[in-house]
């Protein structure tokens, strides 16, 4: 049996990137472990921007999209009327860059001054600018008209983009949409009568401000960590990658880990072995592993009969995630994007145009535009605005047949703190996930107000020729009591979740900061959205693939001074 310096379980952005990262040394082999399909990248269904509304809509389910997903559910959540909340991760090489809606947005400087504060040394804003620019192609740097076809030319010119703030040769490439709905227009302008400022870029000096998101593409097509940091790498020797493997337990000596079972499409069982065992699966799956393997409270591991290998409390504990609602409007105009027969023609060209051009609705995701905001009169946002230019997204694909548009409303930085548990020792059985919406110090005050900013950019004159009604929550909500009822009714996630191996120092922290590892073990490490101490005020791709790209650096210096 091939034993491997590095074995990598899960290749999704985090994975990616280290199997990309530690590869580059031609003495060190690698493995990269994924329990779903490889060479994802190139099929139609995952590079078309706006398939992504596909992957959740059941009825098109023919288009292959189910086959890139994978689910979970959480318990009951008292603090949102005991609803169960879906969810979905990606599922294959690239993980879930391969179904996101593609923007990237950093967060905020104090986010990440937080983290190092919180007992993550070294994770400092100033600490990771440079992984961020290290990852980026920034194309409005690199291809000055790129983005001359958007609005607001005056003011983008009146604040150019800061170099120093972003990288212009690295594996991710950031560009603005290619064709802008006129519907976005109308946003911009009405953002400015609500007197908002505009911002030419989220991810430079400030985030506050109203404009245009940058998206994980290329030439109209999505960017994935497969794309990105695989494929110009895959036919390394050293690099070896086991696709339709599920891992299910590390194997461990003592406190040292010494590989991994897993079990093919088929139910056969297997191991790969390693020196060095790296998880990447995510905040639902990594500390699931650890729990599995015998790493975690001991008093939860005594219930389910796993034989103790380390008491870690931490594991699972500290889940957190973006929360967000919908304000939908009805539209009175076929501007918005939609399936309607009058739109019918129209979207024969959209189609053509992507397959000939890689422009229109189909290079789109349909949220062009947004905003950062604070309800609170804060200089520090504290929601963001996504703008979508049609009924349909990722919550709602069952609208893209009526012509409308949404506002999302979703709070950066919410106060509930969840936990991941064993449901039993069985590792087929997925975890229990327990978000604790809106109990203890979580309210629902941020969405609340965040809301009735969104409605009053709604309200100004730029939407009047398109607007027809407020579908959701009506115009009938308009008090705390109407509007707490929708948001209790209506909030789910942003698909975020992180912090369940959180790096730190404290008695609740899981992974060494200096070198990724777990404490109080040897051989094994932790890289992916699970160790995130705190949540990002913001989509959090970006920060995921930073802290790969760092945490690539910690290990190879860890493997130098070992050697040495």
């Known amino acids: 049996m091939t034993k491997f310096d590095y074995v990598i379980v899960g290749a999704g952005a985090a994975g990616c990137v280290l199997a990309n990262r530690l590869s580059e040394d031609p003495d060190v082999r690698v493995a990269l472990i994924e329990s779903g399909p490889d060479r994802n990248?190139?099929?139609?269904?995952?590079?078309?921007?706006?398939?992504?509304?596909?992957?959740?809509?059941?009825?098109?389910?023919?288009?292959?999209?189910?086959?890139?997903?994978?689910?979970?559910?959480?318990?009951?959540?008292?603090?949102?009327?005991?609803?169960?909340?879906?969810?979905?991760?990606?599922?294959?090489t690239g993980g879930s860059t391969l179904v996101n809606g593609q923007i990237l947005i950093r967060g905020q400087r104090e986010d990440y001054d937080e983290w190092r504060d919180l007992g993550a040394f070294g994770w400092g804003f100033d600490d990771l600018l440079p992984y961020f620019r290290k990852m980026e192609r920034f194309e409005p740097l690199v291809d000055r008209g790129s983005d001359s076809h958007l609005p607001a030319r005056a003011e983008r010119e009146a604040q150019p983009i800061d170099p120093d703030f972003h990288g212009v040769s690295g594996a991710i490439n950031l560009a603005h949409i290619r064709t802008v709905n006129p519907l976005t227009h109308a946003f911009l302008e009405a953002a400015n009568l609500a007197g908002h400022r505009f911002n030419s870029d989220f991810n430079g000096p400030r985030q506050d401000g109203y404009g245009f998101y940058t998206f994980t593409q290329s030439n109209g097509e999505r960017v994935t960590a497969e794309s990105a940091y695989i494929n110009p790498i895959r036919n390394r020797s050293n690099l070896t990658i086991l696709s339709g493997r599920r891992v299910t337990k590390v194997i461990m000596d003592g406190k040292r880990a010494e590989g991994v079972v897993w079990q093919d499409e088929r139910g056969a069982s297997g191991e790969t072995r390693g020196t060095e065992i790296i998880l990447s699966a995510g905040s639902f799956v990594s500390p699931h592993l650890l729990m599995l393997s015998g790493i975690?409270?001991?008093?939860?591991?005594?219930?389910h009969g796993i034989p103790l290998?380390?008491?870690?409390?931490?594991?699972?504990?500290?889940?957190?995630?973006?929360?967000?609602?919908?304000?939908?409007?009805?539209?009175?105009?076929?501007?918005?994007y939609g399936g309607s027969w009058r739109a019918f023609p129209r979207n024969v060209l959209h189609v053509l145009n992507w397959i000939f051009r890689r422009r229109g609705l189909f290079a789109s995701t349909t949220a062009d535009g947004g905003a950062f905001l604070s309800t609170t009169g804060s200089d520090r946002p504290d929601i963001q605005l996504f703008f979508c230019t049609a009924m349909a997204n990722t919550q709602n694909a069952k609208g893209f047949s009526t012509h409308g548009f949404i506002m999302h409303v979703c709070q950066l930085r919410p106060d509930s703190i969840g936990n991941l548990k064993l449901k039993s020792s069985n590792p087929l059985d997925k975890p229990l996930i327990k978000y604790n919406f809106f109990q203890g110090k979580s309210t629902t005050d941020a969405l609340r107000e965040g809301v009735r900013i969104a409605r009053k950019i709604m309200g100004q004159?730029?939407?009047?020729?398109?607007?027809?009604?407020?579908?959701?929550?009506?115009?009938?909500?308009?008090?705390?009591?109407?509007?707490?009822?929708?948001?209790?009714?209506?909030?789910?996630?942003?698909?975020?979740?992180?912090?369940?191996?959180?790096?730190?120092?404290?008695?609740?922290?899981?992974?060494?900061?200096?070198?990724?590892?777990?404490?109080?073990?040897?051989?094994?490490?932790?890289?992916?959205?699970?160790v995130m101490p705190k949540i990002v005020s913001g989509n959090t791709v970006a920060a995921t693939y930073c802290l790969a790209e760092k945490s690539a650096d910690l290990i190879k210096g860890n493997r130098r001074g070992e050697m040495d």
């Not at 973006?322 to 539209?331: G, I, N, P, W």
């Open 309 to 336: 290998v380390h008491d870690l409390p931490g594991v699972g504990e500290n889940l957190q995630d973006h929360l967000d609602v919908s304000v939908e409007y009805l539209a009175k105009t076929s501007v918005p």
């Open 461 to 530: 004159p730029p939407f009047a020729p398109h607007l027809d009604v407020e579908l959701s929550p009506g115009p009938d909500a308009v008090d705390d009591e109407a509007l707490d009822s929708f948001i209790r009714q209506n909030v789910g996630t942003l698909f975020h979740p992180i912090g369940t191996c959180a790096m730190g120092t404290g008695p609740m922290a899981v992974v060494d900061p200096g070198t990724m590892r777990v404490h109080g073990t040897s051989g094994l490490r932790v890289v992916d959205a699970s």
């Open 296 to 303: 975690g409270d001991k008093t939860q591991l005594s219930e």
């Open 41 to 92: 990248s190139r099929k139609t269904i995952v590079r078309m921007p706006l398939a992504m509304v596909t992957f959740m809509a059941p009825a098109l389910a023919f288009l292959g999209g189910p086959k890139f997903m994978q689910w979970f559910k959480t318990e009951p959540e008292e603090g949102v009327d005991d609803r169960r909340i879906d969810l979905p991760r990606g599922h294959g």
